[in-house]
């Protein structure tokens, strides 16, 4: 089940040779359930450690993130990504390119008995568009129709959030803007809670319910 998302004063960095580096600081977000936000800045401003933190791939310093009732991370506290209910979609498409779009889909629903599972992918290749696709391969299919296999992947475990790292960048304009439409449907229809990050304020402003601008912590 889709959740709401809360970040309090969330502190980000790293040790490195010249001393600890501070990538975020105090950073607060709260996304209702069923909304979709984004992260909006320049490369360096530390949208995707955000990302990467919420997936519980970045160790926090200080600060909380909770979805929904679950205290993700926190003083204490780190659940480990696989117990996150959390999904991703990254630029990279990520298909495994021996397997079919059908099998790509239902890699992750590998616990479901065989009729369970087809039927998931089924259901999610027609939310996606590619109901008539799923016996063809990546190299089959073009950019934007790998793009919605990732989608209907990311997808399948019916996530709590779905985390989208500049997921369009690799794709030609004509593409890039139909299928920022054609993603923002099918996550409201499916009333999925999502953070999308980018660098292009028209993609955020026609994918989101809100905008979070970002800017490097020096230019803060």
Known sequence: MTASLQIALLHLGYESPQGFHTVLQSFDLQVPAG??????????CGKTSVLRAIA?????????IHLGKVLLSGPGTHLPPEQRHVGMMFQEYGLFPHLTAAQNVGFGLRRMGKPERDQRVQELLAVVGLANSGSKFPHELSGGQQQRVALARALAPSP?????DEPFSNLDAATRERLTLEVRDILRAAGQTAILVTHNAQEAETMADQICQMTPIHGL
């Open 56 to 64: 519980g791939f970045e160790p926090v310093r200080a600060g909380s």
């Open 160 to 164: 709590a959030l779905l985390l989208l």
């Open 35 to 44: 909304h979709i936000a984004s992260l909006l800045g320049p490369s360096g």
